[in-house]
């Protein structure tokens, strides 16, 4: 059944997520993105069931998490963190990359500052950027690289029900140092993937592909939607190109 979130999308032509492809993708160089606070180890983390996702906050007394650099103008604050699966382990991914899904897939959230509020950077084609991570379930034996997650997925059974909270280690996002690592990485425009499509984000989508387990891709489907039930699944399907560019920005080397 089409959701009148769907309806709306139709007359829109920079739906995301998209499926990204290396032939498809026009190189350009980049200066490096700059993140600035995210694994911080001061204040707290705090993990919340919003009936759909787990999202994770940073609060407390720390320093702003700050993203500027590569295709972004001005700078962007990190807003929240959370996470898109599937079913089963072969398809939780919301974007594809050549045609092939992922397990599980991460946003990490920011507006930009010179619109002073969030809602405003939704009316805006600058207004959102958000990172986007890809997760493969491995065997739960082989897997010793994916206890950086742990300090996300260990908590997961505290905010099982709707609506509940509970307080994670401040540096839960450490993660995201791995993840970066890489030297180039995709950018086009695109729109938010739940709520109101709006058609106001710069996505940033790194190739590095992430381990997880099986088990742990397990307790995020034990969360509990607004009527109760498990949220077997919570990821938006691949929408149409039409004619934007996708774009590969190959990082500069700063001397």
Known sequence: MTTQNELKSLSKRRQSPIDVRDDEAHPIEMVPLTIVGHW???GEAIMSNNGEYAILNLKG???????RGGPL?????????????GVDDSCGSEHLL??????????????????H???????QEDGICVLAFFFLAQDDDDCSKCAMLDKITEHLKDVVE??????????????????????????????????????????????????????QIAEFRHLKSEKGREVMENRRNVQRIYDRKIYKALIQQLT
């Open 162 to 215: 709707y609506k509940s909270e509970t307080i994670i280690p401040a540096n839960s996002l450490c993660w995201i140092r791995e993840a970066t690592r890489s030297d180039y990485y995709y950018f086009y425009q695109g729109s938010l993937t739940a709520g109101g499509l709006e058609e106001c984000v710069t996505w940033i989508i790194f190739p590095v592909v992430l381990p997880i387990t099986h088990a």
């Open 73 to 85: 103008s001005g700078e962007y604050e990190f807003l929240n963190a959370h996470f898109h699966w």
């Open 61 to 67: 007394d720390r320093v702003p998490s700050l993203l």
């Open 117 to 123: 509020s969030f809602q405003e950077c939704l009316k």
């Open 98 to 115: 050549n045609g092939a899904p992922f397990s599980m897939e991460a946003h990490i959230v920011h507006w930009n500052r010179k619109y």
């Open 40 to 42: 911080l180890n001061d």
